[in-house]
């Protein structure tokens, strides 16, 4: 049984900081690249960061860049999206991923979490 699972969301206030946790079961974890994405209500899903399957390369998108930091450790099967700085355009539904590579395209993956609420709001 192949899972992904995003947790961590949850309500914050301008400014506030967010760890959300991406953790893999019934597949290599180590062989793919994991990347977070977000959707807000009316909008399209986007691309916040993803990193490669060894670690050595990642991206940031340039919203967020400053703000939001990606990790992972593989021999916890986990990648972990720290977002600090919030602001209420943050606001989505954050979603992880597992596929060959970083690509912001979101049909290119292979598999997906259930996502994360993330509210931002004074």
């Known amino acids: 049984d192949v899972q992904l699972q995003a947790s961590g969301g949850g309500l914050v206030q301008p400014g506030g900081s967010l760890r959300l946790s991406c953790s893999a079961s019934g597949f290599s974890f180590n062989e793919y690249a994991v990347g977070w994405f977000r959707q807000a209500p009316g909008k399209e899903r986007e691309g916040v960061s993803c990193i490669s399957r060894d670690g050595d390369n990642s991206w940031i998108a340039d919203s967020v860049k400053g703000r939001f930091t990606i990790s992972r450790d593989n021999a916890k099967k986990t990648v972990v999206l720290q977002m600090n700085s919030l602001q209420p355009e943050d606001t989505a539904v954050y979603y992880c991923?597992?596929?060959?590579?970083?690509?912001?395209?979101?049909?290119?993956?292979?598999?997906w979490g259930q996502g994360t609420q993330v509210t931002v709001s004074s």
């Open positions: 991923a597992a596929g060959a590579m970083c690509t912001t395209k979101v049909d290119e993956w292979f598999y």
